[in-house]
């Protein structure tokens, strides 16, 4: 222990941050649906401190408390994903593991059926649970879409591959490369008929699209409040059927109000107040997913217009989050002296951050949120960095 | 996905926080050492979007960003906890988890060893890892002291039980029933001798007291951002040697850059921008540790002036969480209308808030942080409230 550099501390204790500046648009997919509105700003201050949720827990249980009304508004948002069951944990990706743990141990089996676009969390997940990983291919360059039939023949493969059918089947709901949007219903479906547990992962669609579980005919929902529920989380939301939720909330042996598979409470001060805080909000957002699908329509356009860019995924985009090729920057960065970071720091001119600093080959961003003018910012500038290097803009 | 109810979404939207208020006084031992300093307040509004943290990350991993300066905050706290290597966690339990998961597997084994006042999470975790508790007893009411020569015999035990040695052995530093503080390089000695690696469960001593973990011999030392950092977390400290590092950061094999038992990078905006601009905060007040221990001894003077009032656990205390046996306010509890919650409503019109709301016939509290006058306020109010229910007051 022994004594640290003055400055040093004094850093530490004085950051800021450039994206958190006015005017400053941030692009990043995994941020733009966890910006915070007035509201629940308001409350994090309210709630920062970090057990700032349990000054009135009678239970030991999070999910019990009533003041403030912890268990309703679980009530509610269980009703709002069409689900029966809500508990929060601190990821989206532990609300996965609980999941998968508490299936294995209820239903048997060694593998777990993925869509090959599935986040790399959900592989940690599988490998954490001791479960083999069958993956449902998608077609590759440029579309990259998951062949849904293909959950058939999976499942099949991993019951053959194991000898017992899997534990569960999970699909990506939008993914997080392309951000191309699956049919949960078909997937569904197939899985039902092979009574193997449906688990969707709607960590880029729940919050800012309409998602109803029930009618997607969904077992288990996972998704996260940093990411597209406007919290500041770290927060995960595991939605649960009845049938599934008595496996998956499975109680201790030696410590019977707390459920084993979350390690009992989630800390959430700031995490769930801000949660709640923008529920009203993320309420009525979703309701206008059609007009953010437009927006990013119209962005992939005018990006296409620059020699080279191509949109990746399904055409036309059905979701905010979008991957271009950019050869033509892949380009110019070969020959810049600053390299791939070249395009980050000349947006940064511009004023728009969120596109990851060194990738020029690919990149991703997403519109979600973004006023028309801004994103007339964000086209222009593209425009104008590639017109100062020389790249055509059509 | 229906309708909600307008107006409890707006009570979603605008939660206030009773224990906030200016001037209200908060004895909730897990709570006294994780309360915001003035720098933390303004490091949550900055950071308060949930990957704020990441806005310039280059390599997928947390602790490996440079700006802001995570890595280099993560050597320093290290540093001061005299450990290795520190990676984040969402809570000191996952940190915990994640040790044994890893431990398991490096070294085979299925059991573990802990003193009898650990913590539940400790045991939760122990079963999630497949691991048979083995416990150290305690000596009973009214010490409830852990008896730490019995470590070698519980590490005998579980091998005689187990056939193979146990996976590690853990100490709760201070544990949250009675606040005893224990000598945690007495368990330490035996561990080594016996080859068993030696866990702290530090939640409610490092970052309110000084900890050398070199100085201990601890090969992990987990600990609680929320619960004793200042930081509005969640999150969890898990600090290692470079030997135990190994096995508890083994890679995933897919994705060799994540590290399997943390499940890839915890998300942290507000909880480590809050955490890191606390740290000098925190290096300066360990050093006050000496006072903060008179301070609590002063409040179990004041009372145990209250007829039937009696501290339990070690005296005279060398932590700053206090157990009371209050037998004489539980008696009044029995006759009052509001039963057990009496106590808790009489408080809060001193507003004092923190102790567990039902609960008379024990009662627990930290003084942690309080300055000398809000003490005298603490006792002056119990002293009243005693004399107002017709107990003595010597």
Same mark, same amino acid.
């Given at each position: ?59 030991? &249980? ?30 989206? *990706? ?46 590759? %360059? ?18 053959? &591959? ?21 049919? $949960?219903? &078909?997937? $569904?479906?197939?899985? %039902? ?12 669609? $729940? ?43 499975? *109680? ?18 700031? $995490? ?12 009525? &957002? ?43 920057? %892949? ?18 001119? %511009? ?20 006023? *028309? ?22």
């Amino acid at each position: 222990m022994g004594e640290f550099d003055a400055g040093r501390l004094r850093r530490y204790a004085s950051l800021s941050r450039e994206a958190a500046r006015e005017g400053i648009i941030n692009l990043n997919p995994i941020q733009r649906g966890g910006i915070l509105p007035e509201e629940a700003r308001r409350a994090l201050v309210e709630f920062g401190d970090g057990y700032s949720m349990c000054d009135f827990c009678l239970k030991g &249980r999070i999910d019990m408390i009533d003041r403030p009304p912890v268990r309703r508004f679980l009530e509610d948002l269980a009703a709002f994903l069409g689900m029966d069951v809500v508990r929060l944990t601190n990821r989206c *990706r532990d609300a996965l593991l609980a999941t998968l743990m508490g299936l294995k141990r209820a239903r048997g089996g060694s593998a777990l059926v993925v869509d090959a676009n599935a986040h790399y969390s959900t592989y940690l997940a599988a490998e954490l649970a001791g479960l083999e990983v069958v993956e449902v291919p998608h077609t590759g %360059h440029p579309e990259f879409r998951v062949l849904l039939e293909a959950y058939r023949e999976a499942i099949e493969a991993a019951e053959e &591959r194991t000898g017992q059918p899997p534990v569960a089947a999970l699909l990506t709901h939008a993914d997080p490369y392309y951000g191309n949007l699956n049919d $949960a219903r &078909r997937v $569904a479906e197939i899985c %039902h008929e092979a009574s193997v547990p449906f688990v969707l992962n709607a960590a880029y669609t $729940a919050g800012v699209m309409p998602v109803d579980g029930r009618e997607l005919g969904v077992d288990v929902l996972v998704s996260s409040g940093h990411k597209s529920w406007a919290s500041s989380g770290p927060v995960g939301i595991l939605a649960l059927t009845d049938e599934v939720a008595e496996h998956v909330l499975a *109680r201790s042996e030696r410590f019977p109000n707390k459920e084993l598979y979350l390690l009992g409470c989630p800390v959430l001060g700031a $995490a769930l107040a801000t949660l709640m805080a923008s529920f009203s909000h993320v309420v009525e &957002r979703v309701k206008r997913w059609p007009e953010e699908v437009e927006k990013a329509r119209w962005l992939v356009e005018q990006l296409e217009r620059i020699e080279g860019v191509r949109q990746l995924g399904v055409r036309p985009k059905d979701h905010t989050l979008i991957c271009f090729e950019t050869p033509g920057f %892949h380009e110019v960065a070969r020959r810049h002296k600053r390299r791939g970071f070249f395009l980050y720091e000349e947006l940064k001119k %511009h004023s728009i951050v969120g596109i990851q600093p060194g990738l020029t080959k690919r990149i991703k961003l997403s519109t979600y949120g973004l006023t *028309r003018e801004e994103l007339e910012r964000v086209a222009r500038a593209f425009h104008e960095i590639a017109a100062k290097y020389g790249l055509e803009v059509r």
